[in-house]
């Protein structure tokens, strides 16, 4: 029997920004200069837009393939590692020891860190395109989902969208 599951987004919470600088105050002592970037990015970084009660962090470091410079310090900080992508701009993934969060860790200079830094400030800024990217995340959470993987594909057209509005105006 195949499991669904069902993407649960609330109202923007105002106490989110908190939860992050605590994370990223947490994340810096744990790591000192080894943490080039640290970002609040995902949905619960744009006021006034619905997401999923999780903290989307970025974390720049020198080589995220190089666990061994940042992995152990951010485990004694109390972060869980959940998993590497070593085919997308060598990812990995902790999860936060007492907030709901993802925390990636990309190498510096990543495209992928740029790109989502250009969406979430995009968005900051752009009313009528936080309105669509709410509107489309609204409607495709009222299904169930084989994984929440397949949710945030669905996602992709408009996405896609956005970021051509956006990339015509900044450059690429």
């Not at 004694?76 to 959940?82: D, Q």
């Not at 993934?93 to 200079?109: A, E, I, K, Y």
């Amino acid at each position: 029997m195949n499991a669904f599951v069902r993407i649960l987004l609330v109202g923007y919470d105002p106490q989110w920004p908190q939860l992050y600088e605590r994370e990223a105050r947490r994340i810096r002592a744990a790591l000192g200069a080894r943490a080039l970037q640290i970002e609040h990015a995902g949905s619960t970084s744009v006021p006034g837009l619905a997401a999923q009660p999780v903290i989307d962090i970025i974390l720049s470091v020198p080589d995220s393939a190089d666990e061994d410079a940042y992995r152990p310090a951010l485990e004694a900080a109390g972060y869980v590692f959940a998993f590497r992508e070593i085919d997308w701009y060598q990812h990995r993934l902790f999860h936060g020891p007492d907030t709901n969060l993802n925390l990636h860790v990309f190498s510096s200079g990543c495209l992928e860190t740029d790109r989502m830094l250009r969406f979430r400030d995009w968005l900051r800024s752009h009313p009528g395109d936080r309105e669509l990217y709410q509107r489309t995340k609204l409607a495709l959470a009222e299904r169930e989902w084989p994984s929440v993987q397949d949710y945030a594909d669905a996602k992709t057209k408009v996405v896609e969208e956005i970021i051509a509005r956006y990339s015509s105006s900044w450059g690429k």
